[in-house]
């Protein structure tokens, strides 16, 4: 089983890493949260902040926005892209052949989610080290003789993101194990991605959002990852008494809720995903 698994997942990689269009696509969707944080979202989280606030202090909370909303966009959009691989497999009937071969289905399947999540938590780890970079251009990973990520801090936002991955990867293997047309997928994955980092609060705050949408986007899963890095990446820094991130809405089905909160409700979609990828078999495409 080892040996299928492992000789499944090279042939996805290849496939991914020779498909040069497919990678550009991939990393192009962190670029765009850059981008759409320089030109809108960035201006939002510095008002936050009081007018007699030192400007390196905003530029602080804005740099240290920016990186919770890249990571927590990219796990989503990266597993979306990464979904092409299979799509395409499916399109072109590779996947029934597969099916007809002594390999057991759910090691099939699984091989497509280990890649997802391998490559997903690789592109999302890169886009932490080019905030991180970020920051220390502009002066923000230390101030006022405090580092703004110091190690301890560091891996508890990457574990963040690592449940990020395996969720989101999770979730759209299983979405997408059931569309088999290339032109749909790439419909779904414009779609998802183009309100992914609004729906989630990663671009804008949840706070300015009214409550009751702001409930409505706490339900998906992805929020409460955001949720998460938002967390420990605000955590014991001195200025989040001086603005509104304190009262950041942390919210699940309209209750108010703490990290671990956001933690159980994602491991616990993690566990029914897992369990859908396996227990429910993809009909073959004729």
């Not at 498909?19 to 320089?38: E, G, H, N």
């Not at 290339?182 to 729906?199: R, W």
């Amino acid at each position: 089983m080892f040996s299928q698994l492992s000789n499944l997942f090279k042939r996805h990689f290849l496939i991914f890493a020779k498909d040069k269009k497919r990678i550009f696509f991939t990393f192009m969707s962190p670029m765009i949260v850059l981008l759409c944080f320089a030109l809108f979202a960035r201006n939002i989280y510095i008002g936050q902040m009081p007018k007699q606030t030192p400007e390196i202090i905003k530029n602080q909370y804005a740099d240290i926005s920016l990186m919770i909303g890249l990571l927590s966009v990219t796990t989503f959009t990266n597993a979306i892209s990464l979904s092409s691989v299979m799509v395409t497999d499916s399109e072109r009937k590779i996947l029934n052949d597969l099916y007809m071969t002594p390999v057991k289905t759910s090691v099939i399947r699984l091989s497509y989610l280990l890649f997802n999540i391998f490559l997903n938590i690789l592109i999302t780890t890169l886009m932490y080290l080019i905030s991180i970079f970020w920051m220390l251009g502009n002066k923000t990973f230390i101030v006022n003789n405090q580092t703004t990520i110091p190690f301890q801090k560091g891996m508890y936002i990457w574990f963040s993101v690592i449940i990020g991955c395996i969720l989101n990867s999770a979730i759209f293997v299983f979405i997408f194990s059931y569309v088999s047309n290339s032109a749909a997928f790439s419909a779904l994955s414009a779609s998802l991605s183009g309100i992914a980092g609004f729906l989630i609060g990663a671009f804008v705050p949840l706070i300015t959002f009214p409550r009751a949408l702001a409930e409505i986007s706490s339900l998906i899963p992805a929020t409460q990852i955001s949720n998460l890095i938002k967390y420990f990446a605000l955590k014991d820094l001195s200025f989040i008494n001086q603005s509104n991130a304190s009262f950041e809405f942390y919210i699940l089905l309209g209750q108010d809720i703490k990290w671990w909160g956001s933690l159980l409700y994602a491991t616990s979609w993690i566990a029914l995903m897992f369990t859908l990828n396996f227990a429910i078999k993809v009909p073959k495409i004729r």
